[in-house]
C-alpha cells in the first residue's frame, strides 16, 4: 500500500460575503478553489478552520453548493469569534463534507415536516432550499421554526417569501418577544412543542429535526403523540467533533460516530441510552 | 500583520507573588520583543507607563489594599487581562493559609494591633476583575505562555485546557507513582500542563498548578486514606495551592 | 538649596528590583533627619501558612516565598527539618543539592548583575534598547542564565521551586547522560562570567558610603569556599552555631513596611556575596581567586557598588565548583534507570534550624515539628530582611554627601545603590511575628 | 497458513541482528521497579523478556501521544504524513496483537488515516508467547492466542524459539535462509501445542462474553455503577494504556509571527469532564457514573454496531493502570452476570 494523503489538509476557501442576521449571527459566504465541496447534502457539515485558532463543526447551511457555500454561524467560543473578526476576502480553511445529510431518498414522495430550534434553523433551512428546488418529489411540507426571543429569527426576509407560497406551511414562534416582532404568522408566542400540537401532522409525515440539545426530548416525546413512526423521525445531534472522520472519539454516541453515521440518525437508528437525548447544564 | 503597523503593545505586572511568572517572562523575552512594545515592566526596565495596551500579564494575589488598586487601573487599561501563575489564578500558598487562620489575626501578630498597614485575604484575581485568559502553573510554562501570547497578538482567545496532570503523566508513560509507590500523589485532581514534572522524577504531584477541571475530590481523599494519610492530612495536602474552599464543602461534612 | 529648608525625596517603586519597595528620605536643615525603606510587596505569612502541614510538604510551600532563591528556600526547610529528625543524607544527595544550589547561584547572579544593575551603569531605560544596543551584555546574561536553569532543571525538575528536592533525599539521581550536556555549557560559561568580572571592573561606583559594615556569613562545609554550614561568622570576631540565631540577630517590624528588619548584635548587617568573600576570600580557588585578588574588594574596598562585582566572582567560582561536583558524581556507579535516593522519614516531635547562603545573604529557617510530623511552629529570616537596615544607613550617608546635588541624579545613584543589594522583597514580606524569649 | 521453523535461544542475538538490519528495534525495556515500556533498543540484553504488559500499548509506535498533523504559513499549508520508516517492533503478546489487528481497522476504515497508515505499513512486528498473570483475561475476550497483526510470531518453547511467519515481509527477512534458523520436527509441534494448552490452563481471572451486550443493557442501572462511579477520579488512566482507545484532541499551535503555526493531536480521554461538551456548555456525560458507564460499554460492546468488533483485548492494563482500583474488568462482568442470574432465578421462583 502506498501513503495516502492527510484527511487533515484543509481546503482552501475565501470569504466572500458577511451578512449580520441577528446578534452574534452572521451568515458567511465561502468561495471554494476546487469545486471539491459540491456534493453537499443538506444536513451534512463541514470543518471551518481558523489558522492559529482551531476549527468548528458547521452545517452546510445552502440547499445547493457550486463554488459557493453559506454558512450561518453563531458566536459562541474561539473559532466562532476568530471568524466573525475575519474582513471580506480573508482566507479560510475547509474539509469536508462530512456525515449523512437528512435521507432525501426515503423523503421522496412523502409529506414533509421540518422541526428547527434556535440556530438549528441552519441545516433545516438547506433542507428547505432543497425540497422547494424539487418540489414536484414531496407530498405536504411544514416547517416549524421556533426560538427564544423574536429578535434572534433568522432568515427572517427569506421567510417572509416562504410565508406567501403556498405550497409550504409556516410555523414560527418565540417564547418571548424582544426587539422586533416576527413576520406575520397566526401564532407568535409559543414554543416549539406548542407549534408540532398545531400542525396538522400525522404518521405519513417524514419529519427532520436540529435545535439545542434540550429540544429533543419533548419534540420527540409530542411526535411521537401524534403517531409519527420512530423510523421516520430524523434528528441531527449535535457533538463535539474534532475531526470529522470518525478517528476522535468526540462524537461517539450509542455506538455510533455521528461525524460519519450521522449527524442525522433516524430515532430507530438510535441506542436510546440516557446520554443520546438527555443532556445536562453545567 | 503588515509590518507598518504598530507593534501590540503589552505590560507585565506583579501583585503579591513570589515574581515566578516575571522570571519567566524575563527569560522569554528575547522571543517575544521583535512582536511587542512592552510599555510596562517595573521589574525588568526603568521607564514604565500606564497606558492602554493590548495585553496585560498579572502575577501575584490580590492581598492588600494596594494590589486592588494597581489591579483596577491595570484592568481599565488593558484589552486582555491575563492572569499567570497560580497565585492570579487561584490564590496559591498564601489563599490556603488565609483559610486556617485570619488575615486581621496574623496583621495583629505581626504588626501590633493598631498598625496601618492593612491586608486583605489573599484571593485571585477574577475575584475582583473580570480575567480574559488564566493561564495557570507555579511557575507557568514557558511554551504554553509563548502559545497562548501568539494568539492574544491576533485578538484570539487561546486554547487553554484543564485535564488532570494523569493524562500527561501517561503520555510520557511513566509509572504511576500512586499506585506503585503508595505516594500521595495529587496528579489526578490537578490540572495538567506541567508535564507532570512531579511524578516523571518519582516524586508525588502536589497540586502546584491547581486544581483540574471538576477534580473529584471525594474519590481523591478517598483513595489517599484507603492507603493510610490522614483525612486532615490529605485535606491540607489537597489545599495547600489554593484549590477553593467550596470543593470541599461535602467533603467537610463527612 | 537653602538650609533651613524641610526637603522629602520619594522614589514611590523601585525599578528593576524583585518585588515592590520605595524609598522616603527626609532632610530637614540640610540633614537627613529620616531614611524608610518601605517594602510595599503584600504580605504572604509564611510561617503561619504552613502550620499544621506534614513536614514533607513544606519544602515545596516555601519554595514559593521567592522564585529567585526558590532552591534556597527548598535546601533551608530541608536542613532544618533533617536536622530535627537527626538524619543526615549521602554524599551523592550532598552533592546534588550543592549542584541545584551553585545552578540558582549563577542563575540569580547572572539576571541581577546583567539585567537589574547593568542598565544603571550602561544607562539603558528599557529592555528594547538592552536587547538591540547591548548584544553583548545581552546574550552574556542569557547564556549564564541558561546556565543556571539548566543545572536547576536537571538536577531539580525545573527552572525553579524545583520537584526532585525533598525532605530525606532526592526522588530521582540525574543519570551520567543528563549531567554531561551541563559540563559542556559550564566551561562554555566559564570566559563569560571572567569577562564580565573585566567589566564590572571598568566601572566607576557612583556612589560611597562612609561606615564600614559589619559582614556576617555561614562558615563554609569542608574549609571550601561554598554555601552551606552551620556556624555564622562575623566580622566583628565571633562565631556562633545557626542554631541559636535568635541570640545574635534581632528582628523588628517598623510601621512602615512590610518587611522586617534583622540587626545582628545590635548593629546593621550586611550579608550576602560581598560579605561571603570580605570573610572566605582565602577558601577560594581557582580562576576566582585569581580575579578576587585583583580585583579592589582584595585591597579592603567596601563600597556597597562592588557587591555586583563580587557576585561575578562568585560566578566563576560556582561554575569551577559545579564542573567539580559533576566530575565526581559522574562516577557514581548507576543502575539501568535513574534511581531515587531517598528516605522516608519517621516523624519525630523537636525543633531546629538550617540555614544557606542564598545569593543575597544567609537564610535561615526554623521549625517546630509535633510527633506526627506536623509543624507547629515556622520562622525565616531572610537576607533581604537582614539587608535593609544597613541600606538605610547607606541611604542616609550617600544623601549627606551629596546633598545640594539635584535630585534627578540623587534618586539615580540611591536607587543604584539599592539595587546593588539585590534586596529581594518578596522574600523579605513572608514573615509574621515570633514572640522571641 | 504461517511458515514455521524454530531457532535456539542462544542464538538470539542473530535473529536481532536480522531484525536491526530491517530496521530500528524497539522492544519492552524495564522503566522502574513495577514497569516496562517499548522503546529503541540497540542489543537484546536491553530486552525486557519478562515484561507481561508495558505502560504504554504499542498503539503509540504508529499513534503518538502527539504528533503534527499539518503545518501552515500564510495560506500555505503542508501535510505532516510521515515518511514510511522501516522499524522492527518485537515482543508483543497476542492480546496486543489483537489490539493492534482493532486499531488497524479503525484507522483504515472510512476516509483513512495517513499518519498511522504510513508508520504502521512499514513496521515490522514481532509476537511473543506470554504467561498470564492475576489480571489478565483475553481467554475471555477471545485474544488469547495471534490471529493477525503480526509478520512473525515467536513461542517459548523451551531451549528454542518456535517461529512463525505470517507475511512476505516476515517471509523476506529470512531469504536466504540464514543458519541458524533450522527445520522444525513432530516434537517441536507437540512443544508448540503443549505451550499452549499449559497457558490456557494457567488462566485465573476468566468470564464468559458471549452475553454482554445483553448484560450491559440490562444492567445499565445496577447499583455497581453508581458505586465505581463514587471512587472514579477521572482521571483517565484506563484509556491511554488501552490498546484500542485511539481518542484524541486537536490543537492550532500559533507562532509569534501571526501567520504561522501548525494543528497537532494528542491523545484525549472520554473520561475527562469536557470531553462530550457541546456549546451552551451542555454535556451529555457529565458525571464520573455516565463516564465510566459509557467507557465499559464502548470496550465490551460499543463497537457492535460499527465495526463489529469488542474492543477489549483482555490485556487487564486498565485494571493494573486505575489508580481507584475500579477498572476491574472481570470483576464488573462478574458481578453484572451474577445480578442477570439472581433476576432470572427470582422470576423463575
Ligand atoms: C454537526 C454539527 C453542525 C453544526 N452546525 C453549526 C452551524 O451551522 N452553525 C453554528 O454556529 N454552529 C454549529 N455547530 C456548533 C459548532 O460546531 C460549535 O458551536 C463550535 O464548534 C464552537 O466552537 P468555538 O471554537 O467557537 O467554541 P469553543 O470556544 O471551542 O467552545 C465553546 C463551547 O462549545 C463547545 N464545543 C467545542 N467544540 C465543539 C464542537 N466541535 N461541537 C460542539 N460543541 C463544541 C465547548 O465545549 C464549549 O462548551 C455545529 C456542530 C455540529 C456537531
Ligand atoms: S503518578 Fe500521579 S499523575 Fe501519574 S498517573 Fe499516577 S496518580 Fe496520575
Ligand atoms: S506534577 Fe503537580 S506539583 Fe508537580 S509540577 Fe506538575 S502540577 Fe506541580
Ligand atoms: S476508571 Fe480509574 S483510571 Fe479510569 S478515570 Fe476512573 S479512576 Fe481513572
Not at chain 2, 163 to 176: A, D, I, M, Q, T
Request: proline share 6%; net charge negative.
Amino acid at each position: 500500500m502506498k501513503a495516502l494523503n492527510s484527511g487533515f489538509v484543509p481546503i482552501k476557501g475565501t470569504l466572500r460575503s458577511i451578512v449580520p442576521m441577528a446578534q452574534d449571527n452572521y451568515l458567511f459566504q465561502i468561495s471554494v478553489e476546487d469545486g471539491s465541496l459540491s456534493g453537499c447534502q443538506p444536513g451534512q457539515f463541514i470543518m471551518l478552520w481558523i489558522p492559529g485558532v482551531g476549527e468548528a463543526a458547521i452545517s452546510v447551511c445552502s440547499g445547493q453548493v457550486d463554488g459557493t457555500l453559506e454558512l450561518c454561524v453563531r458566536k459562541v467560543g474561539r473559532v466562532t469569534s476568530a471568524l466573525f473578526q475575519l474582513e471580506e476576502g480573508s482566507f479560510v480553511g475547509l474539509r469536508g463534507p462530512f456525515g449523512h445529510g437528512f435521507p432525501l431518498d426515503e423523503y421522496k414522495g412523502k409529506d414533509l415536516c421540518l422541526i428547527a430550534g434556535g440556530l438549528g434553523v441552519a441545516p433545516i433551512r438547506s433542507l428547505w432550499q432543497y425540497v422547494l428546488a424539487h418540489r414536484e418529489n414531496y407530498g405536504k411540507i411544514i416547517l416549524i421554526y421556533g426560538m427564544r426571543h423574536s429578535i434572534d429569527l433568522l432568515f427572517r426576509q427569506e421567510l417572509r417569501v416562504l410565508l406567501r407560497r403556498h405550497d409550504i406551511d409556516v410555523y414560527i414562534a418565540a417564547e418571548e418577544i424582544v426587539g422586533p416582532d416576527l413576520p406575520p404568522v397566526p401564532e407568535q408566542l409559543g414554543r416549539v412543542t406548542d407549534m408540532i400540537k398545531l400542525a396538522p401532522i400525522d404518521q405519513n409525515f417524514q419529519v427532520a429535526v436540529c435545535g439545542p440539545p434540550v429540544m429533543y426530548q419533548y419534540v420527540i416525546e409530542e411526535l411521537l403523540a401524534k403517531n409519527v413512526r420512530q423510523s421516520d423521525i430524523w434528528l441531527s445531534l449535535e457533538r463535539h467533533m474534532k475531526c470529522g472522520m470518525g478517528k476522535c472519539g468526540h462524537c461517539f454516541v450509542g455506538g455510533k460516530f455521528a461525524c460519519q453515521e450521522g449527524p442525522v440518525f433516524s430515532l430507530l437508528e438510535l441506542n436510546l441510552l440516557p446520554e443520546v437525548i438527555e443532556c445536562h447544564r453545567k | 500583520m503588515s509590518t507598518n503597523q504598530p507593534l501590540p503593545r503589552i505590560a507585565v505586572h506583579s501583585l503579591t507573588g513570589c515574581a515566578g511568572e516575571l522570571l519567566v517572562i524575563l527569560e522569554n523575552l528575547d522571543k517575544l520583543l521583535p512582536f511587542v512594545h512592552v510599555t510596562s515592566f517595573p521589574f525588568a526596565q526603568g521607564k514604565n507607563e500606564i497606558r492602554p495596551v493590548d495585553i496585560t500579564f498579572v502575577e501575584g494575589s490580590v492581598s492588600q489594599p494596594h494590589d486592588l488598586e494597581k489591579l483596577t487601573e491595570l484592568r481599565a487599561n488593558t484589552r486582555w487581562l491575563v492572569a499567570v501563575g497560580n497565585c492570579a489564578v487561584w490564590g496559591c500558598v498564601q489563599r490556603a493559609g488565609c483559610n486556617h487562620c485570619s488575615v486581621q489575626k496574623m496583621i495583629d501578630a505581626v504588626y501590633g494591633t493598631n498598625s496601618p498597614i492593612e491586608a486583605l485575604p489573599a484571593a485571585p484575581l477574577d475575584h475582583y476583575v473580570p480575567v480574559d485568559v488564566k493561564l495557570s502553573g507555579c511557575p507557568i510554562d514557558a511554551t504554553q505562555f509563548l502559545a497562548v501570547t501568539a494568539n492574544l497578538l491576533r485578538d484570539h482567545l487561546p486554547y487553554v485546557t484543564h485535564k488532570p496532570v494523569c493524562l500527561e503523566c501517561k503520555l510520557k508513560e511513566n509509572g504511576c507513582v500512586l499506585i506503585e509507590k503508595n505516594l500521595p500523589c495529587l496528579g489526578p485532581v490537578t490540572a495538567a500542563g506541567c508535564g507532570a514534572l512531579c511524578p516523571s522524577v518519582g516524586a508525588a504531584c502536589y497540586g502546584c498548578w491547581g486544581p483540574c477541571e471538576e477534580p473529584q475530590m471525594e474519590a481523591m481523599a478517598t483513595i489517599l486514606s484507603e492507603k493510610g494519610y490522614q483525612l486532615d492530612e490529605v485535606l491540607g495536602r489537597l489545599q495547600a495551592f489554593g484549590a477553593p474552599k467550596e470543593l470541599f464543602v461535602r467533603l467537610e461534612k463527612s | 538649596m537653602g538650609n533651613s529648608e524641610k526637603k522629602r525625596i520619594e522614589i514611590p517603586e523601585i525599578c528593576r528590583v524583585e518585588g515592590h519597595s520605595a524609598v522616603y528620605v527626609e532632610i530637614d536643615q540640610g540633614k537627613v533627619t529620616n531614611v524608610q525603606l518601605d517594602v510595599f510587596e503584600g504580605t504572604r505569612f509564611f510561617e503561619q501558612i504552613v502550620i499544621g502541614h506534614h513536614f514533607e510538604e513544606i519544602p515545596h510551600i516555601t519554595s514559593r516565598v521567592c522564585a529567585i532563591c526558590s532552591s534556597g528556600h527548598v535546601l533551608a526547610a530541608i536542613n532544618a527539618i533533617e536536622h530535627i529528625l537527626g538524619f543526615h543524607p549521602n554524599t551523592t544527595v550532598s552533592l546534588f543539592r550543592e549542584l541545584l544550589h551553585l545552578g540558582m547561584v549563577i542563575e540569580s547572579h547572572a539576571t541581577h548583575i546583567c539585567a537589574l544593575a547593568l542598565p544603571d551603569f550602561l544607562n539603558i531605560p528599557d529592555l528594547m534598547e538592552f536587547a538591540s544596543a547591548h548584544k553583548e551584555e545581552f546574550s552574556t546574561w542569557t547564556i549564564l542564565r541558561n546556565l543556571g536553569s539548566a543545572i536547576q532543571t536537571t538536577v531539580g525538575g525545573r527552572a525553579f521551586h524545583p520537584v526532585n528536592m525533598h525532605v530525606g533525599g532526592i526522588s530521582r539521581c540525574p543519570s551520567g547522560d543528563e549531567l554531561k550536556p551541563l559540563l559542556e555549557k559550564l566551561s562554555f560559561a566559564q570566559q563569560k562570567a571572567i569577562d564580565l568580572c573585566s567589566l564590572l571592573m571598568q566601572f566607576q561606583p557612583k556612589v560611597r558610603r562612609t561606615t564600614e559594615p559589619t559582614f556576617l556569613a555561614l562558615i563554609p562545609n569542608k574549609g571550601k569556599y561554598g554555601f552551606f554550614g552551620d556556624t555564622v561568622k562575623s566580622s566583628d570576631g565571633w562565631e556562633q552555631s545557626i542554631q541559636n540565631y535568635r541570640d545574635y540577630l534581632s528582628e523588628k517590624s517598623v510601621p512602615y513596611s512590610h518587611a522586617k528588619q534583622s540587626k545582628g548584635r545590635g548593629k546593621p548587617l550586611m550579608v550576602g556575596s560581598m560579605a561571603r568573600l570580605a570573610l572566605f576570600h582565602d577558601l577560594l580557588d581557582g580562576q576566582a581567586k585569581h580575579i578576587y585578588q585583583s580585583s579592589p574588594l582584595a585591597s579592603g574596598d567596601t563600597n556597597t557598588i562592588l557587591n555586583n562585582l563580587a557576585q561575578a566572582i562568585e560566578v566563576v567560582h560556582a561554575i569551577e565548583r559545579a564542573q567539580e561536583i559533576i566530575r565526581v558524581l559522574q562516577e557514581v556507579e548507576e543502575p539501568q534507570f535513574a534511581h531515587p535516593e531517598i528516605t522516608k522519614l519517621k516523624p519525630i516531635a523537636g525543633s531546629g534550624s538550617g540555614a544557606v547562603e542564598c545569593p543575597r545573604g544567609t537564610l535561615y529557617h526554623y521549625y517546630d515539628i509535633d510527633e506526627a510530623g506536623k509543624i507547629l511552629q515556622a520562622d525565616m529570616v531572610t537576607p533581604s530582611a537582614q539587608n535593609t537596615a544597613r541600606i538605610e544607613l547607606d541611604i542616609r550617608e550617600v544623601v549627606d554627601q551629596t546633598l545640594g546635588k539635584t535630585s534627578d541624579q540623587l534618586e539615580g545613584n540611591l536607587e543604584t545603590l539599592i539595587r546593588a543589594y539585590d534586596p529581594c522583597n518578596t522574600c523579605a514580606t513572608h514573615m509574621v511575628s515570633v514572640n522571641y524569649l | 497458513m504461517d511458515i514455521c521453523y524454530k531457532f535456539s535461544k542462544e542464538s538470539f542475538l542473530d535473529f536481532f541482528k536480522l531484525m536491526q538490519s530491517f530496521g530500528q528495534v524497539h522492544a519492552p525495556v524495564r522503566v522502574s521497579e513495577q514497569s516496562f515500556s517499548f522503546r529503541p533498543v540497540e542489543k537484546p540484553e536491553q530486552i525486557a523478556f519478562e515484561a507481561l504488559r508495558t505502560i504504554l500499548p504499542p498503539k503509540k509506535m504508529f499513534f503518538p501521544q502527539r504528533e503534527t498533523l499539518i503545518s501552515y504559513s500564510g495560506k500555505e499549508v503542508k501535510d505532516h504524513t510521515p515518511e514510511p520508516l522501516a522499524q522492527v517492533l518485537f515482543g508483543v503478546h497476542p492480546c496486543d496483537l489483537a489490539g493492534l489487528g482493532i486499531m488497524d481497522n479503525i484507522f483504515s476504515a472510512g476516509p483513512p488515516d495517513s499518519h498511522y497508515l504510513a508508520r504502521r505499513q512499514a513496521t515490522l512486528v514481532v509476537g511473543l508467547s506470554c504467561m498470564p498473570d492475576k489480571h489478565c483475561f483475553c481467554n475471555s475476550m477471545g485474544t488469547d492466542f495471534p490471529h493477525s497483526a503480526y509478520d512473525i510470531f515467536l513461542t517459548d518453547i523451551g531451549e528454542d524459539y518456535y517461529l512463525q511467519i505470517a507475511t512476505t515481509l516476515g517471509e523476506k527477512l529470512f531469504d536466504p535462509k540464514p543458519d541458524f534458523i533450522k527445520t522444525i520436527d513432530d516434537q517441536d509441534n507437540q512443544s508448540y501445542k503443549d505451550f499452549w494448552t499449559n497457558r490456557d490452563k494457567a488462566f485465573t481471572s476468566n468470564f464468559k462474553s458471549d452475553n454482554l451486550k445483553q448484560i450491559f443493557d440490562l444492567e445499565k442501572d445496577n447499583p455497581v455503577w453508581e458505586e465505581l462511579g463514587k471512587r472514579c477520579l477521572s482521571c483517565g488512566n484506563c484509556t491511554p494504556v488501552c490498546p484500542t482507545c485511539y481518542c484524541f484532541d486537536v490543537i492550532d499551535v500559533a507562532s509569534l509571527d501571526g501567520n504561522s503555526g501548525s494543528r497537532e493531536r494528542e491523545w484525549d480521554s472520554c473520561q475527562f469532564t469536557g470531553f462530550a461538551k457541546v456549546s451552551g456548555d451542555f454535556n451529555f456525560r457529565p458525571g464520573p457514573v455516565d463516564r465510566l458507564k459509557f467507557w465499559y460499554r464502548h470496550k465490551l460492546h460499543g463497537f457492535d454496531d460499527s465495526y463489529g468488533l469488542k474492543t477489549c483485548v483482555g490485556c487487564g492494563r486498565c485494571t493494573v493502570s486505575c489508580p481507584a482500583d475500579i477498572d476491574d474488568i472481570v470483576g464488573v462482568v462478574l458481578r453484572l452476570q451474577a445480578s442477570q442470574n439472581e433476576s432470572k432465578k427470582d422470576e423463575s421462583a
